[in-house]
């Protein structure tokens, strides 16, 4: 993994929105971004869990985290457009969004996979990270050093029998990460890449791979130290990049 030792305000002064934080990987962001100085705005659907992550990030850090429960399979683009009012009325910027809320779906072949299920897959995935990355870019362009994080997988670079729409639509966020970046490089501040953690301890990797032993697989806080380089000031030269946690080195 990868080894780094950021100073402690690494994000002092950041404020950073993380969907899909009530759980897994963004819970353990949330936490992490806190520990080191960023006031974290956390978005998910379920509001008792989001209100157990508020407790816990509050009693460290108190005044550094808001939640916004929100369901990004029923949100549209108004739903979007109020949360982007709030963060201009509270914040003079966002400095950080993290696309880290996602659907699995059931694991088909594409010949029988449910054709609702494929709408609320791409809704939440690629649909929701859309309208909430619209919603938000002025927000982000008026940080001096903004960040846009999607979350990625090795089934959305690599297509993969019996992934259905979970892996299309990691495919999508892939594109929509290039486009935005190639669209962003010389007109804004806001530097813009996907990540993929690869296999890690969560209730989605169980439900992916049921008969998996977890111990296997590394838990989320072992991926932190490559998103707090991606995140922090380190991190500024990365732009459009399809970043690995796996592997991942400085010079990338």
Not at 55 to 73: C, S, T
Not at 111 to 126: C, G, R, T
Not at 156 to 182: C, H, I, N, P
């Amino acid at each position: 993994m990868f080894d780094y030792n950021p100073p402690q305000n690494l994000l002092e002064k950041k404020t950073i929105m993380i969907t899909g934080a009530s759980d897994g990987i963004g819970r353990v962001c949330a936490n992490f971004f806190a520990d080191y100085g960023a006031t974290v705005i956390l978005v998910s659907r379920t509001q008792e869990k989001l209100e157990q992550v508020y407790d816990e990030i509050e009693a460290k850090h108190p005044g550094k985290v808001i939640i916004q429960p929100l369901d990004l399979r029923t949100a549209g683009s108004e739903d979007f457009k109020i949360l982007a009012n709030s963060i201009d009325e509270q914040f003079e910027a966002l400095d950080g969004l993290i696309h880290n809320a996602a659907l699995l779906g059931t694991r088909n072949p594409i010949e029988f996979y449910p054709e609702q299920e494929w709408q609320d897959l791409m809704q939440v995935n690629v649909n929701a990270a859309f309208m909430l990355t619209k919603a938000l870019l002025p927000a982000l362009s008026r940080a001096e050093d903004g960040r846009l994080l999607f979350t990625a997988s090795s089934v959305g670079r690599q297509g993969r029998a019996y992934w259905g729409g979970y892996g299309v639509s990691k495919f999508a966020v892939e594109g929509l990460m290039q486009t935005l970046a190639d669209e962003l490089q010389d007109t804004s501040s806001v530097r813009v890449n996907s990540i993929n953690p690869g296999g890690t301890r969560t209730g989605m990797r169980k439900s992916a791979y049921p008969a998996e032993d977890p111990i296997t697989q590394p838990e989320p806080k072992s991926l932190m130290p490559v998103y707090l380089y991606v995140m922090g000031p380190d991190g500024k030269g990365l732009h459009g990049q399809a970043i690995n946690v796996r592997g991942f080195e400085a010079s990338s």
